[in-house]
């Protein structure tokens, strides 16, 4: 079995930069490598909101987030340490359920 902590790392980007995580985040998730580090799984959240946003950009958030989480697995030298994406087939902000764009993204 595996042990990790649900939306961790975190990411924090936003539609209006979605390509990367901002510094802050990277740096905060730097900090928490002695947890990280704990870890046999890194659990990057993979949620969206409803915005009107293009799916090329809900791509980006998630490609991003998953990219985060495996840096952080990365940062002790551990290649062992796979990254498991948690994701919702819901919008955070409507409780509707994915398009189908979005949940294609999401996989």
């Not at 802050?24 to 730097?30: R, W």
């Not at 002695?34 to 799916?55: E, G, R």
Request: aromatic share 14%; net charge negative; hydrophobic share 35%.
């Amino acid at each position: 079995s595996r042990m990790g902590y649900y939306i961790f790392p975190f990411c924090f980007n936003s539609e209006i930069n979605p390509t990367f995580c901002p510094k802050n985040a990277i740096d905060l998730n730097n900090e928490l490598n002695w947890l990280f580090s704990l870890q046999t799984v890194t659990l990057p959240d993979l949620y969206i909101s409803h915005k009107n946003l293009s799916d090329e950009i809900h791509a980006q958030l998630l490609k991003s987030r998953t990219l985060e989480g495996i840096r952080v697995a990365q940062l002790n030298n551990i290649t062992s340490i796979p990254t498991y994406p948690y994701i919702t087939y819901k919008y955070l902000d409507n409780n509707q359920l994915y398009n189908d764009n979005d949940l294609h993204n999401n996989f």
